[in-house]
């Protein structure tokens, strides 16, 4: 298997390993032997050492990366989701000197990383006028330093001059007397040369070490000017587009085309394709079609689905080795576009020709109550009585520039931000908000067809979004280790727990439970500050299962933009596709939500989801649309017509799957809140101690004494610090031993294979709720 395994060496701190493993490359190939190399916390492969000098088949950052242990010889080491790479070696031996250099090299990498991101701090904080007089002074006076010993050099070395030339001439005295002289002018030349040397070697290094601050100070000024500049420029443009714009509006002027289309895209805050959006959909004039058309009263939009590749094309490509930062599901799919029109069938039974919401009601599931839609069978009686508010927010006004200005391209969760903005909740607690309007899934497990059932969750996926309209505090990262349990079962009919379970790279992972379905979720994001805008591209997956019919679904989370950032009212926008999977019984079915993003110059209803259901012969069968900040509706396709590239869906009538429920009075004064969201930060007895209730400065936050939050924030994440580094150590120290060290183990979470595919996520132990019911939390690390 292996000829060289290697051994642990240092290069400027970092460890380097090489040798021959198996790399996990297609379904057709399968293992394939590469060259490895890890050096400077990068992990690289290629077919064989020739190949080192010229061409690199793939790489993985260390930093962030998760390295997991599947059997006595295989591993896995992911980034979150666009790299993993599976690796097999030939002994459990070699296995394991594997992934201790690995878990070394991650841990020195975030380490080299860190203290970099420190120095940047620092040197973008000091004051330049004081800088530069404080070295200016430095210099001059050690370049007077040299001037004195210039003086001496000169003046000695005159005197050695004159020594040499009375040896010659002078015969009068004797020579030792001479020979003394000169030795004596010689050694007082000597020390006076090397002391112009120590002098000259304090200026230069005074200068080094300065000239490179300086250096990285004015390239950080320049990026931050020339960031600006684009800021500003792109503001200018957008004011000048909004000023035509309303332009048109005072002259009763419709807005073309062409110019809200570059206005939308200059506008849209999203790096990524617009991969739907909708055509005006009570004027959509396409070839062959008039507004007027009765075939287009629920007008057009565009769809993009992805298309699985069939095991003959794999075949065909099977012999090229794919880039190792795609996914094989990535691979395997191809991307398919239809313009779909919606029409919808007479209402028979309402006779209603509208879209308002009465007649939506008509068409619920169950019968309406005050809570919820669907209508819940509660017994007061049973009910923990909750709070329905948290303390208001008090005012701390904060200079937002002068913080966020040296964040600009970085990532925010590896940011140190005071709680001013923040809220006080932990992303735990933030996660289980999406459980809110479980109620969905609970109608959802009665259905009986499966394309229903998708429907009713596609409903459920967008209703986690429902507070994030004018939610824009941040949540408390989470320290490694800290959980959050929320019991409802007395009114929502669920529990649930959420664990940190990861810190390079953030990772937290959720499990939650009914007695009709179970769901769980890993959760981690990356997110880039770009100076107008906060982008958050959530990673992780999202699983539930209904065990009374077997069937099992999946999707991931959509792109979140915080926009408004340094001027104006911060906003929020969900944007990009959402694909729920279905698995087990549920396998081949499918559901396409595409979150449009915001525009300003659109005729369509804000904030739109829209989206089709797809049963396993690829047909579509029901079509959802709605708002991701209000509700969602369903119908059924009845008929489908037209081609494969513009098809036309005929629907029932659409029934309400899902809605908001009012903010509760005065929320925008404390946090706009919803009522879960006021009781899940609630006091409670008997939970873990490593509970985001017992988080001392989020409880600070809460209750409105910020500056105390401030020092207890520092503390923690100093405390979290320590013992990362001494856990690094000991690692080091194991390394250098040659023995193993375990990697960190989360509490109540392990880390498996997903089912039906590559993809490890962290699942629920089941021991959580038997430790609680003994109060039996032994084991639980202290980071409070």
């Not at 940011?415 to 735990?428: D, K, R, V, W």
């Amino acid at each position: 298997m292996t000829d060289a395994a290697g051994n642990a060496l240092a290069e400027k701190g970092l460890p380097e390993m090489k040798g021959w493993l198996l790399k996990w490359t297609n379904y057709i190939k399968g293992y394939q032997r590469r060259w490895f190399v890890l050096s400077k916390g990068v992990l690289s492969y290629y077919r064989n050492q020739s190949e080192i000098n010229h061409t690199c088949r793939g790489t993985i950052s260390l930093h962030g990366a998760l390295i997991h242990t599947v059997d006595s010889c295989t591993f896995v080491i992911s980034n979150g989701g666009t790299q993993t790479f599976h690796i097999k070696a030939g002994t459990e031996v070699e296995r394991q000197s594997w992934v201790t250099a690995l878990e070394l090299a991650k841990a020195k990498a975030i380490r080299a990383i860190e203290c970099e991101e420190e120095e940047e701090t620092e040197t973008a904080h000091v004051v330049p006028s004081q800088e530069i007089s404080s070295v200016v002074r430095d210099l001059t006076d050690r370049l007077e330093s040299m001037r004195t010993c210039y003086d001496l050099i000169t003046k000695h070395g005159a005197a050695l001059q004159r020594a040499l030339n009375d040896l010659e001439t002078n015969e009068e005295e004797s020579l030792g007397s001479r020979t003394k002289i000169v030795n004596e002018r010689a050694t007082l030349f000597r020390i006076t040369s090397n002391a112009m040397i120590n002098a000259g070697n304090d200026y230069l290094h005074t200068a080094e070490a300065q000239g490179h601050k300086w250096s990285k100070m004015l390239h950080h000024e320049r990026e931050q000017r020339q960031r600006l500049e684009e800021i500003i420029e792109q503001m200018a443009k957008q004011q000048s587009q909004m000023e035509q714009a309303a332009v048109l509006v005072r002259q009763n002027k419709p807005v073309s085309s062409s110019s809200g289309a570059g206005t939308a895209g200059s506008l849209v805050t999203s790096d990524e394709e617009m991969e739907f959006f909708d055509a005006e959909e009570h004027g959509y004039s396409g070839s062959g079609r008039s507004p007027e058309s009765p075939d287009c009263e629920r007008g057009t939009f565009i769809l993009k689905m992805n298309k699985r590749r069939s095991s003959s094309e794999d075949q065909v490509e099977g012999h090229l080795e794919g880039s190792s930062s795609e996914s094989d599901e990535q691979k395997r799919t191809v991307q398919t576009v239809q313009q779909v029109c919606l029409v919808s069938a007479p209402r028979v039974a309402s006779g209603g020709q509208g879209d308002d919401d009465d007649d939506v009601d008509k068409a619920l599931p169950a019968k309406e109550s005050a809570d919820s839609i669907y209508g819940r069978n509660w017994n007061p009686d049973l009910i923990k009585k909750r709070r329905d508010r948290v303390p208001d927010k008090p005012n701390h006004p904060i200079s937002l520039w002068g913080i966020m200005k040296n964040c600009i391209g970085k990532d925010l969760s590896k940011i140190p931000m005071p709680i001013n903005f923040n809220e006080p909740l932990s992303m735990l607690q933030r996660l289980v908000e999406d459980y809110e309007y479980t109620e969905i899934l609970d109608y959802a497990a009665t259905c009986q067809d499966e394309c229903e059932q998708l429907a009713y969750i596609a409903a459920f996926t967008v209703s986690a979004y429902a507070t994030t309209t004018n939610r824009t505090g941040k949540p408390f990262n989470p320290l490694l280790g800290e959980t959050y349990e929320c019991d409802r079962m007395d009114d929502y009919g669920w529990r649930c727990l959420a664990e940190q379970v990861s810190h390079h790279p953030p990772v937290a992972a959720l499990h939650c439970e009914s007695k009709n379905w179970t769901c769980w979720q890993e959760f981690s994001m990356t997110s880039k500050f770009r100076g107008k805008y906060v982008q958050i591209n959530p990673l992780g997956g999202v699983y539930v299962q209904f065990p009374n019919s077997g069937r099992r679904y999946s999707w991931r989370k959509v792109t979140t933009t915080v926009n408004n950032i340094i001027v104006g009212k911060l906003w929020v926008d969900q944007h990009g596709e959402m694909e729920i999977r279905g698995s087990q019984a549920a396998e081949g079915h499918k559901c396409i939500l595409n979150f449009i993003p915001y525009s300003y110059f659109s005729r369509d209803v804000q904030r739109s989801v829209k989206g089709v259901v797809i049963n396993k012969d690829n047909e579509v069968k029901w079509v959802v649309r709605g708002t991701w900040d209000m509700k969602i509706e369903i119908a059924p396709v009845l008929k489908t017509s037209g081609s494969v590239s513009s098809p036309t869906y005929t629907t029932g009538e659409f029934k309400l799957a899902w809605r908001r429920r009012p903010a509760p009075p005065d929320s925008d004064k404390f946090y706009n809140f919803t009522t879960l969201a006021c009781q899940l930060n609630e006091e409670e007895e008997g939970v873990a101690p490593t509970d985001s209730r017992l988080r001392p400065d989020q409880r600070l936050m809460e209750q409105g004494d910020w500056d105390e939050s401030n020092k207890e924030k520092l503390r923690l994440e100093e405390k979290q610090r320590t013992e990362r580094r001494r856990r690094e150590n000991e690692a080091e120290e194991a390394a250098a031993e040659g023995r193993p060290y375990p990697a960190y183990e989360p509490m109540w979470f392990k880390r498996e294979k997903e089912e039906g595919s590559e993809e490890y996520v962290h699942v629920f132990k089941n021991t959580y709720w038997e430790a609680k019911a003994a109060q039996n939390f032994e084991g639980c690390p202290d980071i409070y």
